[in-house]
């Protein structure tokens, strides 16, 4: 069992220790300690730190875990909670998703990067998608053999090689681009695996901008994090942050949303009060839990390469 407690903690973190900082997104070389969300993460006693670009604001862990960290920190992931159990109550989400996919585009090629155990590899097939999944756990991998019976690929986006003119209609990533050490390569290597006019579909957390957690933080009511689960995101996304990634390698923006779909209907007054609610803070693209984000492939154009500000809202 990993020590997670004594993981990266031999000293505080110098200067020396976290100098090596480039922005994935504008390159920058500087950056600003967000001792606050350091605290929120309790990795303050840590070499590590939560920081923001100084030049674009985008949120990251700083400095990136090495290989041997990674592995010891992704070493009991496949084992927390009941991940079946959890998967499978994923799936009405799924289901919703791959209905817009399918009112979005008629095509039905999909690759799903970070395919965890396969449950949404086994949920496109059975609506009809010619799916496949691509993913970085050899232990997930046996899983969605003995679960869904679903063959996944194992390895990263970054540096599989797929067979010579393979495309995919759409690509999906669910709580995946903020594992990533470069997400550039990922959104890159999507854009380039995509057909003309393909779709990505994206979904992150909003770790440090849902509105509720937000207002229990400012009077320190924060949910402290379990050691095994302060170092696995490399990134804090915004909604801000997500459009300007999305833009500068290509794609439109077609919607975002900070709220999935209910589950169960409301009564007028519930709808009038609580969807109202989730409406403009949706419509303000502030304060919601999650940001999914569907995009579609700009056709003939080439990433951005003059990037504008990632952070903030």
């Not at 030049?55 to 010891?72: I, M, R, V």
């Not at 589950?263 to 969807?275: G, I, M, Q």
Request: glycine letters at 8%; aromatic letters at 10%; a positive charge.
């Amino acid at each position: 069992m990993t020590d997670f407690e004594t993981l990266g903690s031999p000293s505080f973190a110098t200067t020396a220790e976290i100098s090596d900082f480039v922005c994935d997104y504008c390159g920058a070389g500087t950056y600003q300690v967000r001792r606050r969300l350091s605290r929120r993460l309790s990795i303050l006693n840590s070499k590590w730190r939560v920081v923001s670009c100084a030049a674009c604001a985008l949120k990251a862990l700083h400095p990136k875990p090495t290989d041997q960290e990674l592995s010891q920190i992704y070493d009991a992931y496949p084992a927390r909670g009941d991940r079946v159990t959890v998967e499978k109550q994923r799936r009405p989400i799924y289901e919703t998703k791959l209905a817009r996919l399918a009112a979005l585009t008629p095509g039905k090629r999909l690759l799903d990067i970070g395919a965890g155990l396969g449950t949404f590899v086994h949920t496109a097939r059975s609506q009809g998608f010619v799916a496949d999944g691509l993913e970085y756990l050899g232990e997930h991998c046996d899983l969605a053999a003995q679960i869904w019976n679903v063959d996944l690929i194992p390895g990263m986006i970054e540096t599989h090689e797929f067979p010579a003119g393979t495309e995919f209609d759409i690509i999906h990533m669910h709580h995946v681009l903020e594992h990533f050490r470069q997400p550039s390569l990922a959104l890159r290597r999507s854009h380039e695996l995509l057909s003309d006019g393909g779709i990505l579909l994206l979904e992150v957390p909003n770790q440090f901008g849902e509105l509720t957690q937000e207002l229990k933080a400012l009077f320190g009511r924060y949910v402290t994090l379990p050691p095994d689960k302060r170092l696995h995101h490399m990134y804090f996304f915004t909604p801000r942050s997500v459009r300007a990634y999305l833009r500068r390698f290509g794609f439109e923006i077609l919607e975002l949303n900070m709220f999935r779909p209910r589950r169960r209907p409301l009564s007028a007054v519930e709808t009038f009060a609580k969807d109202g609610y989730r409406q403009l803070l949706n419509r303000l693209s502030i304060g919601g839990p999650i940001i999914e984000v569907f995009a579609r492939k700009i056709p003939a154009r080439k990433p951005d390469e003059s990037p504008g500000r990632a952070g903030s809202r």
